[in-house]
């Protein structure tokens, strides 16, 4: 990509990134051409379609989350590893509001421009699930498509108004749901 065009592609994606965290992912095309002032064809000649927009503006996040991962992996308790990565993950998730359903949508859509963003991201969690699981720390009962469910419900929980004040405590009910009675004692034990 020529520098020009990697430049406009740079801008309309800081651009795009202020108008969805404002107004969720269906931020108007067309406001946002307007703010990275540009024509509509040029936005559409970087980013085809909404979904490729929006995976363009979430890949860096769900790779960073992915890294991430990694790093909990080889530094924390596996059940404070997958306690924070989900965290982090919903903190992501709700970062641009309305685009949970676009993410359940994707991962099941291999045609989608977000599916490999979110793949991605699922298998990052089921590392963590996984070595949580083994420890004895988390619910057998639950798989990564499971836990990525419960990502997108609590970012979509925090989403709405009338929940967004509880969704602290709902997103602790459900972590605590998911680690098992010995985890989630040692970490009641570890936060007094």
């Not at 980013?47 to 989350?65: G, I, N, Q, V, Y």
């Amino acid at each position: 990509m020529r520098a020009d065009a990697r430049k406009n592609r740079d801008h309309l994606l800081a651009v795009a990134r202020v108008a969805v965290a404002e107004q969720g992912a269906d931020a108007s095309l067309r406001d946002i051409a307007r703010r990275a002032d540009v024509g509509l064809p040029t936005l559409y000649r970087h980013f085809p379609t909404r979904e490729a927009l929006l995976d363009a503006l979430l890949r860096a996040s769900f790779d960073e989350l992915a890294e991430r991962a990694v790093g909990l992996e080889a530094s924390d308790p596996p059940e404070d590893a997958l306690v924070t990565w989900l965290r982090e993950c919903v903190a992501v998730a709700r970062e641009y509001r309305g685009v949970t359903e676009l993410m359940a949508a994707a991962i099941g859509d291999a045609e989608s421009a977000l599916h490999a963003s979110c793949v991605t991201m699922r298998a990052a969690g089921t590392r963590l699930l996984a070595r949580a699981q083994a420890a004895g720390a988390a619910r057998d009962d639950i798989d990564g498509t499971e836990l990525f469910a419960l990502v997108a419900a609590l970012a979509w929980l925090g989403d709405q108004s009338s929940f967004a004040p509880r969704a602290d405590r709902l997103f602790t009910v459900v972590a605590g749901a998911v680690l098992t009675e010995r985890a989630g004692r040692g970490a009641e034990e570890g936060r007094h």
